[in-house]
């Protein structure tokens, strides 16, 4: 039964909260560019993003285009003055115009090209941010002098003015600020301590705000403008109507130093430039995040919804807001274990001192009432475990090693006591039945509504007497307990069962378990699991094939998963009516920075937030601004490039004349992907219509390299996949064409085949005539046609393979890697050396052939990024000089290597050579544990099909003229389950002299 604290407890007990003194508040997690990552400058002063994904920051110095991993830099010309650009546009061609105070430049073959003033009509000054654009039209301004507020319609073409005219009859002092937006011009005066906003409307009427309150403007970068009143309020200004939104800190707020950015679903980003932090506001509760931007003087939202902030250091990108993370020196975030909340705050675990901690209102507290009455006197844990939660009266529950099973009380703490065996992993709450489940030492422990404890004992649950680590309990009322390696089921009474091997895997463990409305997610070390209706099926994602340690479901539509590798995220109603799986991952490089997810340190709060425990810091998700990023990266080519005799890529820019000449058949075409939001982790996938079979497994490579094309026209197409596996919907389309030489054409075809007709015809007479003579030659002539065919042989096999292997050698030494370089070209040399040793020869010694295999097998893997590995076995009673046909083992080790190894995806290729001796018969064996001959043939490449057509020829000759047969045979090979995992060639042959 449980201790409960006494009266003569609560009189010596001294409950008390130690104040940690700190605010504690959320970072948002964001990205800094500056020089050092190849910004032109670090001031920058505006923003911009083109049709074709690009993003435009405007410096002091010049301008830069980012695609996501590069800037592109542009300086000013010697002969233009170094200016400050204030706004960014694109005109309908597509062609990308910058502004000055004054002034329109254009880029035209990377070069600043001064156009004409922005306008005919001189005035005393400008506001850089009053300039407005509608697209294709017109843009709007509002120009301040001495006396008057001129708003003017520029027509973008002929520069020609239209204005109105407001006497104000005062300067706009350091207090005033303009602001437009579409066809209304926002005007804040200040006079007197009299302070007026007047709205001039379509160019031709003003009305003059009669707000009871005084308001401030401020840069207004939405449709919906705002303004700041007195109290810090931001107010929504419609027409003379205002509206409360939101208070702002208690900071002075000047109308030129506050850009608000309005969310779809209702939230602002509130970017204060003299506090130099971002503020991220809601209708019940407020972000506080510290972005650190100097003097920021420009922000802007992409198409992917990234948050871009321009200030006096660089350039910070925001791309996931709905994530925050703890500030990092609030002190011991470094061991949170486990989460639990209780109404409006949060118990903080730590497996090390201060073991418990208070978040509430801000603030972080250190917890040290967690004290109960034993016989012995007051008892303290001496660490606190991951399993802790809530009962069905939503109080807190802790586990402990050394004491067990803890309880918040209104008035203090409970430990249920239930022997020696003190050690708790993990509780389960059940509203339901009100009744609190925990896993122990001692087994499973039940208490009930009035606090009474029975326990099933841990050799009933599972013999071993392992931990039980996570319970939940499925639609069907049925509790399923799991360790890390076993997992059964409870019926709530007297029956436990475990899943038949046919279903659960040998050692199925669940590290953590997360019901939903139709089954069970189960992680574990192999990954994510989800049992429902009896059935178990593996989930398979690239981000969800490791250590799963949490899971989280949040309402009916997300569940929040936690790895070793990131945070992962599940779409339920994807994933329950349509069959799919819509997964959006997070990792540090798009927005969650922690290390590893903690077990089972995913809880949601009071107000739906998602918190999350990692090895090194504590994160809150609100899923209201949580980024699922569905937008498929916009590809860009960036060059296509020939290799020239020097062994060097020739660019051949984009726009050029894409004709290229016969002896440019070697080329390589490098594209980008632009995605803001993850651009490590864009992967593509490319075809060459011409020329490849079909298009090319996913991969991360942003160049394909095609070597000896033929002659003809070619249509390159690309598509990219970003990190949550959206495709482009439309590839990136490059066309080029590789004319023919002369002797390439078909005319010249034409001539050769006349040729050729007349020899024939006069070879043929010539023969006839001597055929009588030359009966008696018919055997040496019949071996110096072997020989012919043999020469043959390797005019069709040896140029293709060393060709290929030049090219691979080439590549290294563009990398300026000599070494390998040399490496693989004495590797080369020693193959043709063979060959050209070989080359008038039919035989050469065993010896000799798996030296030429092993050269060639050693290229391959240089070529092809070490994707396979390979052995040869020769017993030592088989002696290495017995003579055999040449080329025969490397024609089908090149068989099995591009047919079956290379079009590998998921695993890692191997490829095996076995020799032995079968009754006098010399076996040569090939095996492989690639695809198989069925979908080699969708993959297939090269012509190593041809070569072995030329090995059925030879063994033929051999049979025909000196009596040998020489077979061979294949065999696929399969798993249990009829999957192909390879294939095997089995030669035989009798020795020979």
Same mark, same amino acid.
């Given at each position: 039964? !449980?201790?409960?604290?006494?009266?003569?407890?609560?009189?010596?007990?001294? *409950?008390?909260?130690?104040?940690? @003194?700190?605010?504690?508040?959320?970072?948002?997690?964001?990205? =800094?560019?500056?020089?050092?990552?190849?910004?032109?400058?670090?001031?920058?002063?505006?923003?911009?993003?083109?049709?074709?994904?690009?993003?435009?920051? @405007?410096?002091?110095?010049?301008?830069?285009?980012?695609?996501?991993?590069?800037?592109?830099?542009?300086?000013?010309?010697?002969?233009?003055?170094?200016?400050?650009?204030?706004?960014?546009?694109?005109?309908?061609?597509? %062609? #990308?115009?910058?502004?000055?105070?004054?002034?329109?430049?254009?880029?035209?073959?990377?070069?600043?090209?001064?156009?004409?003033?922005?306008?005919?009509?001189?005035?005393?000054?400008?506001?850089?941010?009053? #300039?407005?654009?509608?697209?294709?039209?017109?843009?709007?301004?509002?120009?301040?002098?001495?006396?008057?507020?001129?708003? &003017?319609?520029?027509?973008?073409?002929?520069?020609?003015?239209?204005?109105?005219?407001?006497?104000?009859?005062?300067?706009?002092?350091?207090?005033?600020?303009?602001?437009?937006?579409?066809?209304?011009?926002?005007?804040?005066?200040?006079?007197?301590?009299?302070?007026?906003?007047?709205?001039?409307?379509?160019?031709?009427?003003?009305?003059?705000?009669?707000?009871?309150?005084?308001?401030?403007?401020?840069?207004?970068?939405?449709?919906?403008?705002?303004? &700041?009143?007195?109290?810090?309020?931001?107010?929504?200004?419609?027409?003379?109507?205002?509206?409360?939104?939101?208070?702002?800190?208690?900071?002075?707020?000047?109308?030129?130093?506050?850009?608000?950015?309005?969310?779809?679903?209702?939230?602002?980003?509130?970017?204060?430039?003299?506090?130099?932090? &971002?503020?991220? /506001?809601?209708? %019940?509760?407020?972000?506080?995040?510290?972005?650190?931007?100097?003097?920021?003087?420009?922000?802007?939202?992409?198409?992917?919804?990234?948050?871009?902030?321009?200030?006096?250091?660089?350039? /910070?990108?925001?791309?996931?807001?709905?994530?925050?993370?703890?500030?990092?020196?609030?002190?011991?975030?470094?061991?949170?274990?486990?989460?639990?909340?209780?109404?409006?705050?949060?118990?903080?675990?730590?497996?090390?001192?201060?073991?418990?901690?208070?978040?509430?209102?801000?603030?972080?507290?250190?917890?040290?009432? /967690?004290?109960?009455?034993?016989?012995?006197?007051?008892?303290?844990?001496?660490?606190?475990?991951?399993?802790?939660?809530?009962?069905?009266?939503?109080? !807190?529950?802790?586990?402990?090693?050394?004491?067990?099973?803890?309880?918040?009380?209104?008035?203090?703490?409970?430990?249920?006591?239930?022997?020696?065996?003190?050690?708790?992993?993990?509780?389960?709450?059940?509203?339901?039945?009100?009744?609190?489940?925990?896993?122990?030492?001692?087994?499973?422990?039940?208490?009930?509504?009035?606090?009474?404890?029975?326990?099933?004992?841990?050799?009933?649950?599972?013999?071993?007497?392992?931990?039980?680590?996570?319970?939940?309990?499925?639609?069907?009322?049925?509790?399923?307990?799991?360790?890390?390696?076993?997992?059964?089921?409870?019926?709530?009474?007297?029956?436990?069962?475990?899943?038949?091997?046919?279903?659960?895997?040998?050692?199925?463990?669940?590290?953590?378990?997360?019901?939903?409305?139709?089954?069970?997610?189960?992680?574990?070390?192999?990954?994510?699991?989800?049992?429902?209706?009896?059935?178990?099926?593996?989930?398979?994602?690239?981000?969800?094939?490791?250590?799963?340690?949490?899971?989280?479901?949040?309402?009916?539509?997300?569940?929040?998963?936690?790895?070793?590798?990131?945070?992962?995220?599940?779409?339920?109603?994807?994933?329950?009516?349509?069959?799919?799986?819509?997964?959006?991952?997070?990792?540090?490089?798009?927005?969650?920075?922690?290390?590893?997810?903690?077990?089972?340190?995913?809880?949601?709060?009071?107000?739906?937030?998602?918190?999350?425990?990692?090895?090194?810091?504590?994160? &809150?998700?609100?899923?209201?601004?949580?980024?699922?990023?569905?937008?498929?990266?916009?590809?860009?080519?960036?060059?296509?490039?020939?290799?020239?005799n020097d062994m060097q890529w020739v660019v051949t820019h984009e726009g050029d004349n894409l004709n290229l000449k016969y002896h440019q058949r070697n080329i390589r075409l490098d594209y980008q992907g632009i995605n803001f939001s993850s651009p490590e982790r864009i992967t593509y996938s490319y075809f060459l219509d011409g020329y490849d079979k079909g298009w090319s497994i996913l991969t991360s490579e942003t160049h394909a390299v095609y070597t000896n094309l033929p002659p003809g026209k070619y249509q390159f197409k690309v598509i990219s996949c970003n990190e949550n596996g959206f495709n482009s919907e439309q590839a990136l389309l490059t066309e080029f064409e590789i004319l023919p030489a002369i002797w390439q054409r078909w005319w010249f075809y034409g001539l050769i085949v006349l040729l050729i007709a007349g020899v024939s015809v006069a070879l043929t007479t010539f023969i006839n005539k001597r055929r009588k003579k030359i009966k008696d030659r018919e *055997?040496?002539?019949?071996?110096?046609?072997?020989?012919?065919?043999?020469?043959?042989?390797?005019?069709?096999?040896?140029? =293709?393979?060393?060709?290929?292997?030049?090219?691979? #050698?080439?590549?290294?030494?563009?990398?300026?890697?000599?070494?390998?370089?040399?490496?693989?070209?004495?590797?080369?040399?020693?193959?043709?050396?063979?060959?050209?040793?070989?080359?008038?020869?039919?035989?050469?010694?065993?010896?000799?052939?798996?030296?030429?295999?092993?050269?060639?097998?050693?290229?391959?893997?240089?070529?092809?990024?070490?994707?396979? %590995?390979?052995? #040869?076995?020769?017993?030592?009673?088989?002696?290495?000089?017995?003579?055999?046909?040449?080329?025969?083992?490397?024609?089908?080790?090149?068989?099995?290597?591009?047919?079956?190894?290379?079009?590998?995806?998921?695993?890692?290729?191997?490829?095996?050579?076995?020799?032995?001796?079968?009754?006098?018969?010399?076996?040569?064996?090939?095996?492989?544990?690639?695809?198989?001959?069925?979908?080699?043939?969708?993959?297939?490449?090269?012509?190593?099909?041809?070569?072995?057509?030329?090995?059925?020829?030879?063994?033929?000759?051999?049979?025909?003229?000196?009596?040998?047969?020489?077979?061979?045979?294949?065999?696929?090979?399969?798993?249990?389950?009829?999957?192909?995992?390879?294939?095997?060639?089995?030669?035989?042959?009798?020795?020979?002299?």
């Amino acid at each position: 039964m !449980p201790n409960s604290i006494t009266l003569r407890g609560l009189l010596i007990l001294v *409950l008390y909260y130690v104040c940690s @003194g700190i605010a504690f508040s959320q970072e948002m997690i964001y990205r =800094h560019y500056t020089t050092d990552n190849g910004l032109q400058q670090n001031q920058v002063t505006c923003l911009f993003q083109d049709s074709r994904g690009f993003l435009w920051a @405007g410096t002091k110095a010049g301008i830069s285009r980012f695609d996501g991993k590069t800037f592109k830099n542009y300086r000013y010309n010697k002969e233009m003055p170094a200016v400050s650009f204030i706004k960014i546009f694109e005109d309908d061609k597509g %062609d #990308i115009g910058f502004i000055s105070q004054r002034l329109v430049y254009q880029l035209v073959n990377d070069t600043f090209r001064y156009i004409r003033p922005l306008w005919k009509t001189k005035f005393s000054s400008i506001y850089a941010d009053n #300039i407005y654009f509608e697209k294709g039209k017109s843009f709007y301004a509002s120009v301040l002098d001495t006396e008057n507020l001129y708003a &003017i319609w520029v027509d973008r073409k002929t520069g020609d003015t239209v204005h109105f005219v407001y006497k104000h009859n005062q300067m706009l002092n350091d207090d005033g600020y303009i602001s437009v937006v579409h066809d209304k011009v926002y005007v804040y005066l200040s006079k007197s301590n009299k302070d007026t906003i007047i709205i001039i409307n379509k160019i031709d009427k003003k009305i003059e705000s009669t707000s009871k309150r005084s308001l401030k403007i401020g840069r207004i970068l939405s449709e919906k403008p705002f303004a &700041i009143d007195y109290d810090n309020y931001v107010c929504r200004l419609n027409g003379k109507k205002v509206q409360r939104l939101f208070q702002l800190p208690d900071v002075e707020i000047r109308p030129n130093q506050i850009e608000i950015n309005e969310f779809e679903n209702g939230g602002f980003l509130v970017n204060l430039y003299n506090s130099q932090a &971002i503020f991220l /506001y809601t209708h %019940d509760f407020q972000f506080k995040g510290k972005v650190i931007v100097e003097a920021a003087s420009c922000s802007f939202r992409d198409s992917q919804r990234n948050i871009w902030i321009g200030g006096e250091n660089g350039l /910070y990108c925001i791309n996931n807001p709905g994530i925050q993370r703890i500030e990092q020196s609030i002190p011991y975030l470094s061991g949170v274990w486990n989460l639990v909340p209780e109404g409006n705050i949060m118990w903080i675990v730590n497996y090390t001192p201060p073991l418990l901690r208070v978040y509430q209102d801000g603030q972080c507290y250190e917890d040290r009432s /967690y004290k109960v009455f034993g016989e012995d006197g007051i008892i303290r844990p001496s660490t606190l475990y991951m399993g802790g939660t809530t009962d069905w009266k939503k109080r !807190p529950v802790f586990t402990s090693p050394d004491i067990g099973i803890l309880r918040k009380e209104k008035n203090g703490w409970t430990k249920f006591d239930y022997g020696d065996n003190y050690d708790a992993m993990f509780v389960f709450n059940d509203s339901v039945n009100r009744r609190t489940l925990a896993g122990t030492a001692k087994g499973l422990m039940i208490v009930d509504e009035k606090d009474n404890v029975r326990f099933i004992d841990p050799e009933v649950v599972h013999p071993g007497k392992r931990r039980i680590v996570s319970i939940a309990k499925d639609f069907s009322g049925n509790y399923m307990l799991g360790a890390f390696s076993f997992l059964r089921f409870w019926d709530g009474k007297d029956k436990i069962w475990s899943l038949p091997d046919s279903v659960s895997p040998k050692n199925m463990g669940a590290n953590t378990m997360c019901a939903d409305k139709r089954g069970v997610w189960i992680g574990n070390n192999q990954g994510l699991y989800y049992f429902s209706e009896g059935k178990l099926q593996k989930i398979h994602h690239p981000h969800l094939d490791d250590f799963v340690t949490a899971l989280h479901k949040s309402g009916d539509s997300l569940l929040f998963i936690g790895s070793i590798k990131g945070l992962s995220v599940i779409n339920l109603k994807t994933f329950h009516t349509k069959n799919g799986l819509e997964i959006y991952f997070y990792d540090r490089w798009n927005g969650f920075t922690g290390r590893e997810v903690q077990q089972n340190g995913i809880v949601s709060d009071s107000k739906g937030r998602i918190w999350i425990a990692t090895n090194d810091n504590v994160f &809150i998700v609100d899923t209201r601004f949580l980024r699922f990023n569905k937008t498929p990266p916009k590809v860009f080519l960036q060059s296509l490039s020939w290799l020239g005799n020097d062994m060097q890529w020739v660019v051949t820019h984009e726009g050029d004349n894409l004709n290229l000449k016969y002896h440019q058949r070697n080329i390589r075409l490098d594209y980008q992907g632009i995605n803001f939001s993850s651009p490590e982790r864009i992967t593509y996938s490319y075809f060459l219509d011409g020329y490849d079979k079909g298009w090319s497994i996913l991969t991360s490579e942003t160049h394909a390299v095609y070597t000896n094309l033929p002659p003809g026209k070619y249509q390159f197409k690309v598509i990219s996949c970003n990190e949550n596996g959206f495709n482009s919907e439309q590839a990136l389309l490059t066309e080029f064409e590789i004319l023919p030489a002369i002797w390439q054409r078909w005319w010249f075809y034409g001539l050769i085949v006349l040729l050729i007709a007349g020899v024939s015809v006069a070879l043929t007479t010539f023969i006839n005539k001597r055929r009588k003579k030359i009966k008696d030659r018919e *055997l040496q002539i019949n071996l110096k046609m072997i020989d012919l065919q043999l020469r043959s042989i390797r005019s069709q096999m040896d140029p =293709h393979f060393t060709f290929n292997a030049i090219n691979s #050698i080439g590549a290294a030494i563009m990398k300026n890697d000599k070494n390998m370089a040399l490496k693989y070209l004495q590797s080369l040399s020693k193959l043709i050396r063979s060959t050209l040793e070989h080359s008038n020869k039919m035989t050469r010694s065993l010896d000799q052939e798996i030296e030429f295999v092993k050269h060639y097998l050693e290229l391959e893997k240089f070529r092809f990024g070490d994707r396979f %590995d390979y052995t #040869i076995h020769i017993p030592p009673d088989i002696s290495t000089d017995l003579k055999v046909p040449k080329m025969i083992l490397q024609t089908y080790v090149e068989n099995s290597l591009k047919h079956g190894i290379l079009p590998l995806i998921d695993k890692r290729g191997k490829l095996s050579v076995n020799i032995s001796m079968d009754h006098l018969l010399l076996n040569l064996s090939v095996e492989d544990n690639g695809v198989g001959r069925e979908a080699a043939a969708e993959y297939s490449i090269g012509n190593t099909k041809r070569g072995l057509k030329i090995m059925d020829q030879y063994f033929e000759m051999f049979k025909e003229r000196l009596g040998i047969e020489i077979t061979s045979q294949f065999f696929d090979l399969y798993d249990a389950k009829g999957q192909a995992i390879g294939t095997r060639v089995l030669i035989k042959m009798p020795f020979i002299e």
